[in-house]
Structure formats: structure tokens, C-alpha cells
């Protein structure tokens, strides 16, 4: 196995362990790990199809915890938002989307609840399509994982409506890509492995998930969208 390859099915399998445990976090290791190897016109739209075979198996083994309300309007506007950005891919200022991107998402982890927020029609339609035209231009979004913690869902249900959710916005991305120009098959030995990976590393994930206190996943889930959105500000001004 050449060297790219061993080195994709160790953080594949990383990745999986640390998405399956604590809902987030093990997808930006992946992006890293792929940004390292590739370009990033090969490492974003890349990262959709990688990371397939750990949402699959998070569905597998947890899809009596998804939460449908969320994940049927969110998958509608991500619709709509991945077919917008795949049109201006790369297009933006990176350094603006990167720092508006990190400042949300630790204010939405971090900041209290203060009262009843404004209402807001359909806010996961809304949600999706934000996400998905962020994270088509950047390679992942983050919004819903942030927001995530303020639905009142516990570990098992924000680690399936994640899984679900992600995976729509996953395949409207692979087919965006696709319609731009981007050749799936050329990759399929990286596909085929961090699919292989991905199964087993949510396997191991799902056991260690079990022995985590409620408080402490919490705490980690905000550490881990935190470390993403510093990576951000780093890579958009470093």
C-alpha cells in the first residue's frame, strides 16, 4: 500500500473513533490529514465522499435516535445552498467566509442562552442552506454541528441527527462536484479505504461513547468545534 493511502485509513479510522464518541470533531481531522496530501481543489470535494463510510455506519447504529425534524428541512436547504456555491466555487474571499465562519461558531457553542431567541420560519431550512453553501466552498460548514448543543438532544440523538444530516449534505455535494467537473472514480483506492476505516474506527467509537458522561461529551463537543474554528482564523490570517 503506498504511503498516502496507509496514511488516509490511520486518520480515516482516528476520525471515525472521535465522530462516533463525541458526534463531531474526527471530520476535521480528516480535512487536515487530506489538505496535507492534496490541493485543496482535489482535498474539498474530496472530503464528501471519504468521509461516507463513518456516516453510513453511524446510522447504522444509531438510527432510532435521529431526530427527522431536523434532518428533512435541514437536507432541503443544503439543497439548494451546495447547487448555489458549487457554481462559485472558490469564487469568495476564503479569509472572510473563514473568519465569519470561526467568530459563529464559538459564539453559538459558547455563549449562554439568553431567553427565547428571535423566531425564525423554518430554521433548520434556513440552517441547511447556510451550511451548505459553507461548507461546498470551504469543505465542512460547521453551523450545524454547533447549534447541535442548543437543540435539548441528548449524546445519542445529536451523534444520528448529525450522521443523518451530514450524509444528505455529503451526497448533494458529491453530485455538485461531479456536475463541475470533478472525477470521482480516479479516487476510488482512497474511497474504498477510508470506507473500510470509517466502518471500523465508528465500530470502536460507539463502545467508547457508552463509558462518556453526558457533561463531559458536551464539554468535549464545544472543545472540538472550537479547535475547528481556530484552525480557521489561523488558516485564514497565519
Given at each position: 500500500?503506498?504511503?498516502?493511502?496507509?496514511?488516509?485509513?490511520?486518520?480515516?479510522?482516528?476520525?471515525s473513533?472521535?465522530?462516533?464518541?463525541?458526534?463531531?470533531?474526527?471530520?476535521?481531522?480528516?480535512?487536515?490529514?487530506?489538505?496535507?496530501?492534496?490541493?485543496?481543489?482535489?482535498?474539498v470535494?474530496?472530503?464528501?465522499?471519504?468521509?461516507?463510510g463513518?456516516?453510513?455506519?453511524?446510522?447504522?447504529?444509531y438510527?432510532h435516535d435521529?431526530?427527522?425534524?431536523?434532518?428533512?428541512?435541514?437536507?432541503?436547504?443544503?439543497?439548494?445552498?451546495?447547487?448555489?456555491?458549487?457554481?462559485?466555487?472558490?469564487a469568495?474571499p476564503?479569509?472572510?467566509?473563514?473568519?465569519?465562519?470561526?467568530?459563529?461558531l464559538i459564539?453559538?457553542?459558547?455563549?449562554?442562552?439568553t431567553g427565547?431567541?428571535?423566531?425564525?420560519?423554518?430554521?433548520?431550512l434556513?440552517?441547511?442552506?447556510a451550511?451548505?453553501?459553507?461548507?461546498?466552498?470551504?469543505?465542512?460548514?460547521?453551523?450545524?454541528?454547533?447549534?447541535?448543543?442548543?437543540?435539548?438532544?441528548?449524546?445519542?440523538?445529536v451523534?444520528?441527527?448529525?450522521?443523518?444530516?451530514?450524509?444528505?449534505?455529503?451526497?448533494?455535494?458529491?453530485?455538485?462536484?461531479?456536475?463541475?467537473?470533478?472525477d470521482?472514480?480516479?479516487?476510488?483506492?482512497?474511497?474504498?479505504?477510508?470506507?473500510?476505516?470509517?466502518?471500523a474506527?465508528?465500530?470502536?467509537?460507539?463502545?467508547?461513547?457508552?463509558?462518556?458522561d453526558?457533561?463531559?461529551?458536551?464539554?468535549?463537543?464545544?472543545?472540538?468545534?472550537?479547535?475547528?474554528a481556530?484552525r480557521l482564523?489561523?488558516?485564514?490570517?497565519?
Open positions: 500500500m503506498e504511503s498516502s493511502l496507509l496514511v488516509l485509513l490511520v486518520a480515516s479510522f482516528a476520525a473513533i472521535v465522530n462516533a464518541a463525541f458526534a463531531t470533531g474526527g471530520i476535521f481531522l480528516l480535512l487536515a490529514t487530506l489538505m496535507a496530501l492534496y490541493p485543496p481543489t482535489v482535498a470535494p474530496l472530503l464528501s465522499a471519504l468521509a461516507f463513518s456516516l453510513v455506519a453511524r446510522i447504522a447504529v438510527h435521529i431526530a427527522w425534524r431536523i434532518v428533512r428541512p435541514f437536507a432541503l436547504g443544503t439543497a439548494f445552498g451546495v447547487l448555489l456555491a458549487a457554481r462559485i466555487f472558490v469568495l476564503e479569509t472572510l467566509i473563514a473568519t465569519v465562519l470561526a467568530l459563529v459564539a453559538t457553542v459558547w455563549l449562554p442562552k427565547r431567541p428571535p423566531p425564525v420560519p423554518r430554521p433548520f434556513v440552517l441547511g442552506f451550511q451548505g453553501f459553507l461548507s461546498t466552498l470551504t469543505g465542512i460548514g460547521g453551523l450545524l454541528q454547533a447549534v447541535m448543543l442548543k437543540t435539548g438532544l441528548d449524546k445519542m440523538q451523534t444520528a441527527t448529525l450522521a443523518a444530516a451530514l450524509l444528505a449534505q455529503g451526497v448533494m455535494k458529491i453530485a455538485a462536484y461531479s456536475l463541475v467537473g470533478f470521482y472514480l480516479v479516487w476510488w483506492p482512497q474511497i474504498a479505504v477510508t470506507l473500510a476505516a470509517g466502518l474506527g465508528t465500530w470502536a467509537g460507539r463502545r467508547l461513547q457508552h463509558g462518556i453526558e457533561k463531559i461529551f458536551r464539554w468535549t463537543y464545544r472543545v472540538l468545534v472550537s479547535a475547528y481556530v482564523l489561523y488558516k485564514a490570517w497565519g
